[in-house]
């Protein structure tokens, strides 16, 4: 299997179970608006989770390609599946890290009865420390500032070293863009609040709708577009599109005739048989 599209199906997966806990959240909180706490911050750390999880899948997206362009005659043996499957045990690992704290910190801080209380499903209701903002924002700066410098260096080594393949290097430098296309997208999130704020300024009364829409154009749409754009781009994945969706009617349509064919063929011999006899 090729290294890429293991890549290419993490972050895929990843962005499925995302939406999954966001409209899960979203159908709950539109039903009883309340959760109970312990539901609430099992659902709310999956979700930061998954988030987290997005910037560093394509971040060794980059590098992949930044192998298989600057170094095609190596990349065989410095992509195998098995450290692909490495690199993902890592980055479920670094984004623990980041993520385990916050439970911690409640855990810790927070008395037995919060946790059987019921709240808004939001994460400043729930992870309420002035630490934890700080943390968060400091974690969440760090990470997309390692993930820009990741696909900037990738880029311009793929400008600059790739030279002699010209084709191979347009297409790696547009997949690089693209990454930092979809990067721009997940970063959507941390705007989130601030948008849900100032339109909730506006209409006080629509806050349910407002978060809702919101989510659907910040949570929702980006990571429902990135994934098909990556994959349409891809010419094997383009192949196996029109292949099967786009040709089936007219692959279907000459079956059809194709059997007529074979059918009235079959007819025709087995009427000249009787006729010899």
Known sequence: MNPRYILYMHLVINDILLLTIFTLIQVLT???FTLNVSL???????????SLNNP???????????????FPLHHTQICTVRKIYLVIILIWTLNAIFVLPDLLVILANEPVDFFHSRVACLRQNVFKT????VKRDVSNTVLLVLVWLTLFYTYFRILFTAKAAAADAKKARNTILLHGVQLLLCMLTYVYNLAVEGLTHF????????????SIFIQVLPRLISPIVYGIRDKMFRNYLKKNLFCTRFRTHAEK??????TETVVHLAMSIVDSN
């Open 203 to 214: 209409f006080p009364k629509d806050v349910q709708d407002i978060r809702f829409t919101v």
């Open 130 to 133: 002035p630490y934890l903002t």
């Open 257 to 262: 005739c194709q059997e007529k064919t074979n």
């Open 30 to 32: 539109f039903i009883v």
């Open 40 to 50: 609430c911050i099992v659902l709310l750390i999956l979700g930061i989770l998954f």
């Open 56 to 70: 560093l899948t394509l971040a060794a997206m980059a590098v992949e390609c930044y192998i298989a362009i600057c």
